[in-house]
């Protein structure tokens, strides 16, 4: 049996478009670059981080209100079925199989017919219709809404750590979650998963070939693991100032602040072409 309950959730004036400050969300629970740093909006609008002395609880947040146009499919690509479940399903379950994690969001747009069946019978998992036209967008409603969900119980803070993960990355595993969180532990700024860049790099600009160094290079993949109030204010930093990001690190980076990467694995590939899948599948099957 499952209950719908309905949350109202009222946006910040100052982060979206005005057609996003009244968000209604619809959450179903089981019952069982340098230059960014010296922007002033950005250096004046994150608080001081400290280190929380007081016990902190671990939120998922899946962002999945995208339709994913590359893969070219009858249905956005987090619908799509790999290894006997639909690729979004594989992703939840690796996080309700980690236990420091308290509880599963998942942030869909309002107007999505495939979710419900796809997260059928699973603890733990509230799905919140308020995803927006970006990504920054959808985890900054994201972010409100698991803020005014857990405020009825007291069950969120600003220390508390919020894990935010592309639905699309179904390899992703209960070890990697736990990798990510003890090497973060007590961090002023939290990390993200990724992987050193092995391959040689070659750029393509006016039709000239160069070699770059790949010393330094990683490539960024999620988990990202910020605290809620830090992460809530960089997103609306990064909008007030115009900045664009492509991920939640990105918008901490532009505020000054300095994650840490922590090793990923092959298998937490983003599925983003229809040649991923096949890759995907063998990762799953052998897992």
């Not at 857990?150 to 736990?178: C, E, F, M, Y």
């Not at 160094?213 to 109030?229: E, I, N």
């Amino acid at each position: 049996m499952i209950n719908i309950e309905t949350i109202t959730v009222h946006a910040r004036k100052c982060v979206l478009p005005p057609r996003c400050w009244r968000l209604k969300c619809v959450s179903i629970i089981n019952e069982a670059e340098p230059a960014f740093l010296e922007h002033p909006a950005l250096m004046t609008s994150v608080p001081k981080i400290t280190t929380p002395t007081a016990p902190v609880t671990y939120f998922a947040l899946i962002p999945a209100a995208g339709i994913g146009v590359r893969m070219g499919g009858a249905v956005p690509k987090q619908y799509l079925t790999v290894a006997g479940q639909t690729i979004l399903r594989h992703t939840v379950q690796a996080f309700l199989a980690s236990p420091p994690i308290s509880h599963t969001y998942v942030v869909v747009s309002a107007e999505d017919v495939y979710v419900e069946e796809a997260l059928a019978g699973l603890d733990k998992v509230s799905i919140l219709r308020c995803g927006g036209a970006t990504r920054r967008e959808t985890v900054r409603n994201g972010l409100d809404a698991i803020e005014s969900h857990n405020k009825l119980n007291g069950k969120i803070g600003g220390q508390d750590w919020v894990l935010v993960h592309d639905a699309a990355r179904p390899g992703l595993t209960p070890a990697l979650i736990s990798k990510l969180i003890e090497q973060v532990g007590n961090h002023t700024t939290g990390g993200l998963l990724a992987l050193p860049v092995v391959d040689t790099v070659k750029r393509v600009a006016n039709g000239k070939v160069t070699t770059i160094s790949r010393d330094g290079l990683w490539l960024a993949q999620t988990p990202q693991m910020f605290r809620h109030a830090a992460l809530s204010a960089a997103l609306d930093a990064s909008f007030h100032a115009a900045v664009e990001i492509t991920d939640e690190s990105s918008a901490m980076e532009a505020t000054g602040q300095v994650p840490i990467l922590v090793e990923g694995h092959a298998c937490n590939l983003k599925v983003t072409l229809p040649s991923d899948l096949t890759l995907l599948e063998s990762y799953l099957i052998s897992s």
